[in-house]
């Protein structure tokens, strides 16, 4: 299994960026996928998710500002991020969950890094 996020960087405040995460070695269209993301001495916390139905859930720190979708023929999942703030800044992680039969998968990207810039 892997997942691969892209997209990250350096941006200003107010800007934009959009993040991919293409998935391999999972029947994607079946997970539930996800964002997370981590700031240097913070927990890890949840940006957004989408359900295989496409139902999403998103932080209320980021609600109205990142928009998270899928293309399940592509097998890739992505967060629209404006009108950035600083404190957006951290390492995010590109998530894959499922529940089945009593039993829970959860695959992790390697993380992609986003600075915004004041």
């Known amino acids: 299994v892997q997942l691969v996020e892209s997209g990250g960087g350096l941006v200003q405040a107010g800007g934009s960026l959009r993040l991919s995460c293409a998935a391999s070695g999972i029947m994607f269209s079946i997970y539930a996928m996800g964002w997370y993301r981590q700031a240097p001495g913070k927990e890890r916390e949840l940006v957004a998710q989408?359900?295989?139905?496409?139902?999403?859930n998103i932080a209320d720190s980021v609600k109205g500002r990142f928009t998270i979708s899928r293309d399940n023929a592509k097998n890739t999942v992505y967060l629209q991020m404006n009108s950035l703030k600083p404190e957006d800044t951290a390492v995010y992680y590109c998530n894959a969950h499922l529940v089945v039969a009593g039993s829970t998968y959860d695959y992790w990207g390697q993380g992609t890094q986003v600075t915004v810039s004041s």
């Open positions: 989408i359900t295989s139905g496409g139902t999403t």
